[in-house]
């Protein structure tokens, strides 16, 4: 696993170990590079926030390539420590801030986290067909910590069923790669 593009391409990131397999799950390289290559400029100078972080990649990722920001969040504390080792191998402190939070809990904590102008990114990889992530939705879009323009991509198996409308969001676009499906949504009416 390793950084594709940017300041930090081809930096190797920490991947998790065997015994952690079932628990963080690293979206593959291939696949990132896929959706960023659909999300194109739009992450320059952006503030992400990367829910259910487990190594950190895509929120790494979009640092790499321009993004100002980004808030990582997991619960478990294995996910949070690759996280961490990989934010230091990226040299991505002084953008980064890392929590150990549940994100099945109230997700109002993120309030105090939100840049001026709100995220402009959010990426949302909560285990596969969980439905975590609609939860997730549901609590973000009424904490006003988004900008108007924000783009939220979920990563679940690509044979889930997943709504075009969740909440105040539409779908945009869906994209699939191998057993990876990602669902972009962006709120009603801001679809390019």
Excluded at 61 to 66: N, T
Aim: glycine share 10%; net charge positive.
């Amino acid at each position: 696993m390793r950084i594709i593009a940017g300041t930090a391409r081809g930096r190797k990131l920490s991947s998790p170990a065997k015994a952690l397999g079932q628990l963080i799950r690293p979206t593959a390289d291939r696949a990132r590079e896929a959706i960023f290559s659909v999300i194109g400029t739009e992450i320059k100078e952006g503030q992400v926030l990367d829910l259910f972080a487990g190594t950190g990649a895509f929120g790494l990722e979009a640092l790499s390539r321009g993004a100002a920001g980004a808030v990582f969040v997991d619960q478990h504390r294995a996910a949070v420590e690759l996280v961490y080792g990989n934010i230091q191998k990226c040299g991505f402190s002084d953008r980064s801030v890392l929590l150990n939070r549940d994100l099945s809990k109230s997700l109002f904590f993120l309030k105090q986290y939100a840049p001026p102008g709100g995220f402009t990114l959010v990426f949302i990889d909560p285990p596969y067909r969980t439905n975590l992530w609609q939860g997730v939705i549901e609590q973000i879009s009424g904490l006003d910590i988004l900008n108007d323009n924000v783009l939220i991509i979920v990563e679940d198996d690509s044979s889930a069923a997943l709504p075009d409308s969740p909440g105040k969001f539409d779908l945009s676009d869906k994209r699939r790669y191998g057993d990876t499906g990602f669902w972009l949504y962006r709120r009603g009416g801001n679809n390019p």
